[in-house]
Nanobody, 127 residues
């Protein structure tokens, strides 16, 4: 499984960015795609995920109402639309895939359940 991430960059507070993650090499029928982020000196944090079985989406509390995850199945690409960006959103953003369906909402962004990871794309927030 391979991912090609893009869309990171420098944006002013209050601005928007859209991250893309093009995936290839999946052999299983089910997977969930997630976005995680890691800021310097901090642990990696689950941002959002999308369940391929039913399209359910989940968001971390810090991004609810500002970020939107979506997918284009024809392009095998998942997106993260980030609006109203704050300085605290600055981080390296990673896409990842979880080949196990999780029902418990409290576990859907549990990092250890994600087997495949992209290389990360930097998001910088600065005026």
């Amino acid at each position: 499984v391979q991912f090609v991430e893009s869309g990171g960059g420098l944006v002013q507070p209050g601005g928007s960015l859209r991250l893309s993650c093009a995936a290839s090499g999946f052999t299983q029928s089910y997977y969930a795609m997630g976005w995680f982020r890691q800021a310097p000196g901090k642990e990696r944090e689950g941002v959002s995920c999308l369940d391929s079985a039913d399209g359910s989406t989940y968001y971390g509390d810090s991004v609810k109402g500002r970020f939107t995850i979506s997918a284009d199945n024809a392009k095998n690409t998942v997106y993260l639309q980030m609006n109203s960006l704050e300085p605290e959103d600055a981080a390296v953003y990673y896409c990842a895939a979880r080949p196990v369906q999780i029902v418990a909402e409290s576990l859907v962004l549990l990092e250890v359940l994600y087997d495949y990871w992209g290389q990360g794309t930097q998001v910088t927030i600065s005026s």
